[in-house]
């Protein structure tokens, strides 16, 4: 639903605002409630007793809500209210009906990155002091703006507009270092410990209050001018990870027949991991690929003499990870990356983390006798909605911008899923096999270009790229870029890339595809 006041319009959906815009800027990409349990899952929100009322030139809002999920029951009460002067605010207040754990409750803001890079900051902390500060161009791997309780900044297009924050102290992060196309402002500080024990009773209380000023000593930074020149950036290799259904002739005809160069295996060293491996290598050795192995190591003294013995000639990659750490440890890489480029000196040695670039980012630690840098990627670390779907694929382009900044490895994104890996139990998404997907995988090339390697998705099931009933969407739309035999990635610049997309391929004949995707 479109809710307007004198100059802003918005969609409210699902209890949440979005795309606010002072005239034509977007100025908030989303303001929202959250309630994070322990595991720093964001619980499902159910809304009641709303009520909608939109005037001439201002709007009111008010909805009960509740999160239940295991032992958590939770409700609120929220007010939005959009004033005919432009004054937008959020107003949340709840109360647990029962004891859990919480790492995170009430409201965020999310801060669109299109229209905040480089933009400058004055944040006003609760002792009354300003801060001047930066919307970063790279991802910046810790907290991007502290204590607040108001800030003020000016959009590229010059909109000056204020923020702030009643109820608790807030702070910023850079949710890029997650694949999400955005920076978000939320409250309780990652510098509190959490989890935070929550009795039945305790109420929270906040309000976000946005407004707009003329000029408040905050500069719009200039937008540096667009670079017509075009480039050309090499197609990188694809592959696919495997999983442990059996393949079936019909599903090794089918794979045959797209673009295939490497083969996902994971291993742990969990009992059967050694069938798992063999398995695999039967599979890449009927589809006459190598394999891309992915190894996570715990007591890695045995475990490499076991991984050696077991040697296969189709390994073309190994990536180096350890149990229960985000990124491995010097002694881990210390021990194995000499013995494995002595015993195995014809593949390729990688490490970094199996999970979001954040690992990556807050370390920085790249170790140079290693052949490549890895890390994954997932568009549904924080909200999963189909609007979030599709507005974190542009984010997808800036962990390798900054990857780039402090380090020259060839960059691998393995693997490419749908759901966070972060909760084993909650991977599989009903919209794995339909054609939003297939357009999100193909805009998923598109912003992952200059990788030189990426993994997506399983070959077969929910989470495959082929259905239990046959070839999904994607699978098609791979194919079909198989079939062109791309060279190169064109880069493009779209003026509405919530709305319509498009990816540009160039093969060896310098003939171009065009594949247009309309949201």
Not at 138 to 163: C, D, M
Not at 217 to 238: C, H, Q, T, Y
Not at 242 to 247: A, K, M, V, Y
Request: aromatic content about 10%; hydrophobic content about 40%; some cysteine.
């Amino acid at each position: 639903m479109i809710l307007t006041t004198t100059n802003l319009n918005l969609l409210y959906l699902d209890g949440h605002l979005r795309y606010i815009k002072h005239g034509e800027e977007e100025i908030i990409r989303m303001v929202y409630t959250a309630l994070r349990n322990d595991h720093w899952f964001t619980l499902p929100m159910q809304i009641s007793k709303e009520t909608i009322i939109q005037n001439e030139s201002s709007f009111s809002i008010q909805y009960h809500a509740q999160y239940v999920l295991g032992d958590i029951d939770y409700e609120a009460d929220i007010e939005i209210l959009g004033t005919a002067d432009d004054v937008l605010s959020f107003h949340f207040k709840g109360k647990a009906k029962t004891d859990f754990l919480r790492n995170r409750i009430g409201v965020c803001v999310l801060h669109p990155i299109h229209n905040s890079l480089g933009q400058a900051v004055i944040v006003t902390q609760p002792d009354g002091d300003e801060v001047a500060a930066i919307f970063p161009t790279l991802i910046e791997p810790n907290i991007a703006f502290e204590n607040i309780v108001q800030f003020a900044w000016k959009t590229r297009g010059g909109v000056g507009a204020s923020l702030e924050f009643e109820g608790d102290v807030f702070e910023s992060e850079d949710q890029r270092n997650w694949s999400d196309n955005s920076f978000k402002t939320y409250s309780t500080p990652v510098s509190i410990p959490f989890p935070v024990l929550v009795k039945s009773g305790d109420e929270v209380e906040q309000k976000v209050t946005l407004s707009f000023w003329q000029d408040a000593g905050v500069r719009s930074a200039k937008v540096p001018e667009e670079d017509k020149k075009e480039i050309l950036i090499p197609f990188p290799r694809i592959g696919y990870a495997s999983n442990d259904r059996p393949l079936t002739d019909a599903h090794f005809e089918m794979l045959k027949q797209i673009k295939f160069d490497h083969y996902r295996v994971e291993i742990d060293f969990a009992e059967g991991w050694l069938n798992t491996f063999r398995k695999a290598c039967a599979e890449a050795e009927v589809l006459d690929v190598g394999i891309e192995l992915v190894v996570l190591f715990g007591d890695y003294v045995p475990e490499y003499n076991l991984l050696r013995d077991s040697f296969s000639s189709r390994l073309g990659s190994m990536t180096i990870l350890q149990k229960h750490a985000s990124t491995p440890t010097q002694g881990l890489l210390d021990y194995l990356i000499p013995r494995l480029k002595s015993d195995f000196p014809s593949i390729r040695i990688g490490s970094g983390t199996n999970g979001h670039f954040v690992a990556i980012n807050r370390t920085r630690t790249i170790d140079s006798r290693l052949d490549f840098i890895s890390y994954g990627v997932t568009p549904l670390a924080h909200l999963s909605d189909d609007l979030t779907l599709k507005e974190n694929l542009e984010a997808q382009q800036y962990p390798l911008k900054t990857l780039r900044s402090f380090t020259d490895l060839p960059m691998h994104i393995s693997p490419v899923t749908l759901r966070s890996r972060d909760y084993p139990a909650l991977t599989i998404d009903p919209r794995q096999h339909t054609p939003m997907m297939a357009d999100w995988t193909t805009m998923s090339l598109k912003y992952l270009a200059g990788a030189d390697q990426i993994t997506f998705f399983e070959i077969i099931g929910p989470k495959g790229i082929i259905n239990e009933s046959g070839p999904s969407p994607i699978y098609d739309v791979l194919k079909r870029i198989t079939d062109f035999q791309p060279k190169y990635i064109i880069p493009t610049q779209v003026m509405h890339p919530l709305m319509e997309d498009i990816l540009v391929l160039e093969n060896v004949a310098g003939e171009r595809m065009e594949l247009k995707v309309v949201f």
